[in-house]
């Protein structure tokens, strides 16, 4: 699903000035057209984590950027793995 | 379930600080999302948030401590992680392949392979997929929302605007194929058929529709039930109405592009009884009208 700005807000339950130092860090990049930012399901799940990591595990703003940037280098392998597997024949379709 | 005091690992004397640095500990560890390949991690994980949850609350604590609740019920509910989403065919617009890039670099058959996949992954934007929906005419006209089941058994709500005509194409953004990396997706392009309507027929934005009416209605005139696409209104037949005889609803038409509405007009249709009346016979038999010939003067 496809959202606005707004709507992602109301989604997440984010603060805007949260979600602006977020925007700011790059830890969502949505998209952008036309001047206007269009959200998915996956930066309200993502926006779900960087909650999470700080305020249930305790991480700090520099221990999100690092654990973002480590996982989604795992969510790269894992994504070449699955393409690989695909290719060699023996994944699922 | 389990003795959340045991699942956390403390003591029932443990303070708040000691439960809640107990339960990091263990989501460190167990957290989906910091085991992305692993399924078991999200049972043990729910069963670590569920006993935390239970004893970071001092009221619910009390209360279990008392016996007067116990642990069931206590386990989280199913949750979605951000894992899910970013293994999904959807493509993860966040994935980095900078864990591997200096694989790419080597001269063997994986190496290759990777650049390959990387070219094709990088940033495309998604294809346009082309549907057909077929509308009814009534809706085409007020405006709907009708569901189209695509081929691989989702469906999309189509919103179909006032007004639409047939052939007419709508673009839904970002309802294409998926893209890769930040590429989003492509849109849908859906061609719309109007259906036919027995009642009503469309010439730009004015609709027509054929309505039968008695002799009686002809002859004396009279309010009649006229449907609309948007439902029925009243319309007053003038007295001496005639078989092709139009008459006009303002504003019953389709909506027109840049404000306003068409029109609905109404073509009046005389109908005699379907079986012949011995009464009407008699009547216009000895009718002192009956010798007019609406044929005189017209072109042989």
Redesign the interface.
């Known amino acids: 699903m496809?959202m606005t700005k707004q709507e992602f807000l109301t989604s997440s339950g984010l603060q805007v000035q949260v979600l602006e130092f977020w925007l700011e860090q790059h830890w969502l990049?949505p998209?952008e057209s036309a001047g206007e930012l269009?959200f998915q399901?996956?930066d309200i799940?993502?926006a779900?984590?960087i909650r999470?990591l700080k305020d249930?595990?305790?991480a700090n703003d520099e221990g999100i950027d690092v654990?973002?940037?480590l996982?989604?280098?795992?969510?790269?392998?894992?994504?070449?793995l699955?393409?690989?597997r695909q290719?060699i024949g023996g994944g699922r379709g | 379930m389990k003795n959340p005091y045991e699942v956390l690992g403390v003591a029932q004397t443990a303070s708040a600080a000691e439960i809640q640095s107990a339960y990091r500990k263990l989501a460190k560890k167990l957290h989906p999302d910091l085991n992305p390949g692993d399924k078991a991690a999200e049972e043990k994980f729910k069963e670590v948030a569920g006993a935390y949850d239970l004893l970071s609350d001092a009221d619910k604590r009390k209360r279990f401590d008392a016996g007067e609740i116990d642990a069931s019920g206590a386990e989280r509910p199913q949750h979605h992680y951000y894992r899910d989403f970013a293994s999904s065919d959807q493509g993860n617009p966040y994935a980095d392949a900078s864990g591997f890039a200096d694989f790419m670099d080597e001269d063997d058959a994986l190496a290759e392979f990777l650049r390959r996949s990387q070219r094709t992954r990088a940033n495309r934007r998604g294809q346009d997929l082309h549907y057909h929906l077929a509308v009814d005419f009534v809706d085409s006209i007020t405006g709907a929302t009708q569901r189209l089941n695509l081929p691989d058994g989702s469906t999309i709500d189509v919103k179909i605007p006032p007004g639409l005509v047939d052939g007419q194409t709508l673009r839904l953004k970002g309802k294409g194929a998926p893209g890769t990396g930040k590429g989003g997706p492509g849109d849908a392009l859906i061609e719309i058929e109007v259906r036919p309507d027995r009642r009503f027929t469309r010439e730009g934005d004015d609709i027509t529709l054929e309505l039968p009416i008695s002799l009686t209605e002809a002859v004396l005139g009279g309010p009649v039930r006229v449907p609309t696409p948007t439902g029925d209104v009243t319309m007053s037949v003038p007295k001496g109405s005639n078989t092709g005889t139009k008459l006009r609803l303002r504003g019953k038409g389709a909506p027109r592009r840049g404000g306003g509405q068409g029109d609905q007009f109404v073509r009046l249709k005389v109908v005699l009884p379907k079986t012949p009346d011995p009464e009407l016979e008699a009547f216009v038999s000895t009718w002192k009208g009956k010798d007019y010939n609406p044929r005189e003067g017209a072109a042989s």
């Open positions: 496809r990049i998209e269009h399901d996956i799940a993502r779900h984590l999470g249930d595990l305790g654990i973002l940037h996982m989604d280098q795992v969510h790269g392998l894992r994504r070449a699955v393409e690989l290719q």
